[in-house]
């Protein structure tokens, strides 16, 4: 029997240690590649160099290169505006949702939550064109509102923020009412800071999804000093001339956020996902 365990385990460790390579292989070269000179990048393609980066002295060679040739910095605010502003949007306007939904009674609540299940089955790209009529007729068209307002409110983040509302005993509600507290305060001072994971997984998703986001940009934005890191690199990488250590060097510099927001959030996001950490105690 503990034979068969640890074959098991062997297996399984094996298993998962062949789909890491697969996934950070790409990832390896892509930093190796932002750190050496262009011709390299092609002269070590077939061989383990590939992966390796250029000489010490040559690491932020192409980082300097593109920065001075485009203008980062405004293309990185730009994300990292759009992604805090809808990842603070959402844990607000689908935590008051989730909240209404969890511990409201209210007419047809069943019928409207079933529909909110409905709508996670719909693939968000069928609704593009009446999300930009919509944004056109608001007005909103080339401004960053047309950004951020479309990404705060999700049927998932307010069914993960319902779950965990649901969790929270109503003996907890009933003793801050009987202490005077209305609906707002209890929201803000009792369900929220018992959810935590709820609220890590939801901004967590949210700025990424945000940062991540290039279909519905590009449609909305005109101007360029609006465009977020992703519609930017589609520019740089259609700019003559096209240098392959550049478009790797913006690469890099647009995935190192995602990965530290991760890597700051992954123990609440776990939680959040697995349903578990309302904060009850």
């Keep these: 029997m503990k034979r068969k365990k640890i074959a098991s385990l062997i297996f399984e460790y094996f298993f998962m240690g062949i789909l890491a ?23 070590d393609l077939g061989t383990i160099r590939a992966f390796l980066p250029g000489h010490v002295s040559e690491w932020l060679e192409p980082f300097k290169a593109v920065l001075s040739r485009f203008s980062m910095g405004t293309f990185i605010g730009n994300s990292m505006f ?16 989730g909240y209404g939904f969890a511990k409201f009674n209210f007419f047809g609540k069943k019928i409207l939550f079933a529909l909110l299940l409905a709508l996670l089955i719909v693939p968000m790209e069928t609704i593009l064109l009446s999300r930009f009529t919509m944004a056109q007729s608001l007005g909103l068209i080339n401004t960053r509102l047309a950004v951020i307002l479309p990404g705060i409110a999700g049927a998932f983040n307010i069914y993960l923020f319902r779950n965990f509302f ?33 609220i890590a997984t939801v901004g967590t998703l949210s700025f990424i999804a945000s940062w991540n986001d290039f279909i519905w940009p590009i449609m909305v934005l005109t101007d360029r000093d609006k465009f977020p890191v992703q519609v930017a690199i589609t520019v740089i990488n ?44």
């Design 21 to 43: 390579i697969i996934f950070i292989f790409p990832l390896v070269w892509m930093f190796a590649s932002a750190m050496k000179p262009e011709a390299a990048v092609y002269n």
């Design 82 to 97: 759009y992604g805090i502003s809808v990842a603070v949007g959402s844990v607000i306007v689908n935590g008051m949702a």
């Design 166 to 198: 649901s969790a929270i005993p109503d003996e907890v509600i009933e003793s801050a009412k009987i202490d005077g507290a209305n609906a707002w305060q209890i929201f803000l001072r009792i369900m929220l800071p018992m959810s935590k994971p709820a």
């Design 238 to 281: 259609n700019t003559e001339p096209v240098f392959t250590n550049q478009v790797m060097a913006v690469l890099t510099l647009s995935t190192i956020p995602l990965i530290i927001v991760y890597i700051v959030a992954q123990r609440y996001i776990l939680q959040g996902l697995g349903g578990s950490g309302t904060g009850i105690k």
